[in-house]
């Protein structure tokens, strides 16, 4: 395991924000044009040859620098071809309990013999630095103290399309199969303060930790985000999370409306002497952290619906690189990942304003096990934003 110093430069080295294809696309073409600057006598091959023979008449002193300059640049060229290309991972197919494409990633970190589970705590993530600094030594000191083996996943995505938390909690799922039997879908900025919030095995089925008597922001009863526990069986069971929510909002409703199709019963904890305002730490700031609500296309039309065609069995993405790092005593998985988008079926994962979406009324008798967006009352269901 590598040692990082614990602070967010360092922590940054660790999340290699890698070329995507449009910038190699870019780099080529500039590298192109400076080639025909450079080379204006013909193909490359041919000016080589040219310089060669100036050099071994020595009658232009300068065609010397000429040469070592084209030399320089061969070197350079062949080196960067030569650097490893993104590893891909090929996951159409029914998920199989014996995949293990993550490896031995993360566990050497168990180390509680009286649990005989482990957890995968999943953060879905991007260019959140201050917030994972101070959230994976408070979860491993919250989690150690309870017994619980477990390890941090952190799934970073560096590619240039929108955020997609639910394709990358499907990679986290995948990646970490060979380190787990349940997994966290855990929000980064959210800090467990209750020591009696129980992070078990969720044995009965989903475990919805952040409550919506107990979250600091969301109350209505369909809420699961924020904190749900959930089995490696039963998130294969729904096929995971739908993949066609890029930007924010309305993947966690999509999940619940899985969830309960497959009559999985999900629990909350009760007996808590804590509330809304003293259960968790909400370090998120959406004055320095604005969220992506753009809608455009037909987004808001398909969104607001179930997803039968897409999740664990239609996931696309490269594995960039995998690291692991220490952050104040806590082991912290990264795996940098590149998500593949199917413009033909969500067109909006690249958008960067409203374009040509229309708000779609609700049909007389619509109202349907397919319509998954929750009937919120605002001034009850949702708090004032941290």
Request: glycine share 6%.
């Amino acid at each position: 395991m590598n040692a990082y110093r614990e602070d967010a430069s360092s922590v940054r080295h660790c999340f290699r924000h890698g070329i995507t294809n449009k910038d190699s696309g870019s780099l080529a073409a500039n590298y192109s044009s400076q080639k025909q600057r450079n080379f204006n006598k013909g193909s490359l091959f041919s000016d080589l040859l040219s310089t060669m023979a100036a050099v071994f008449r020595i009658k232009h002193p300068k065609t010397i620098l000429w040469f070592f300059g084209i030399c320089f640049l061969l070197v350079f060229y062949i080196t960067i071809s030569s650097f490893p290309s993104d590893e891909p991972c090929n996951c159409k197919h029914q998920y199989d309990e014996s995949l293990t494409s993550g490896g031995n990633l993360g566990t050497g970190s168990m180390s509680h013999p009286e649990d005989p589970h482990k957890m995968a705590i999943l953060i879905p993530f991007r260019d959140r630095f201050e917030e994972l600094l101070e959230f994976a030594p408070y979860i491993n000191s919250f989690l150690n103290k309870q017994k619980r083996n477990h390890h941090i996943f952190v799934i970073n995505q560096i590619d240039n399309l929108r955020f997609n938390r639910a394709s990358l909690l499907n990679i986290g799922y995948l990646e970490s199969a060979s380190a787990s039997d349940y997994i966290a879908m855990h929000d980064v900025d959210l800090l467990p303060m209750n020591t009696e919030l129980p992070y078990q095995f969720p044995e009965t089925g989903p475990y919805h930790v952040a409550a919506p008597h107990l979250h600091p922001r969301y109350h209505y009863p369909t809420f699961i985000g924020g904190i749900l526990l959930i089995s490696r069986k039963d998130f294969a069971n729904v096929d995971g999370l739908s993949n066609k929510y890029w930007g924010w909002g309305l993947e966690d409703d999509e999940l619940y409306a899985r969830l309960t199709e497959a009559q999985l019963t999900i629990s909350r904890p009760g007996n808590l002497t804590t509330g809304t305002k003293d259960t968790f730490k909400h370090i998120h700031d959406r004055r320095i952290r604005k969220r992506d609500m753009i809608k455009c296309y037909n987004q808001q039309e398909v969104t607001r619906k179930r997803d039968r065609e897409t999740g664990l069995s239609t996931l696309r993405y490269h594995v960039q690189n995998r690291k692991e790092m220490t952050i104040q005593g806590a082991p912290v998985s990264i795996i940098n990942v590149i998500l593949e988008c199917n413009k033909a079926i969500t067109p909006w994962c690249d958008c960067t304003e409203n374009i040509g979406n229309t708000k779609t009324k609700r049909k007389p008798g619509e109202r349907s096990n397919d319509v998954i967006v929750p009937k919120l009352d605002r001034r009850r269901d949702v708090s004032v934003d941290g």
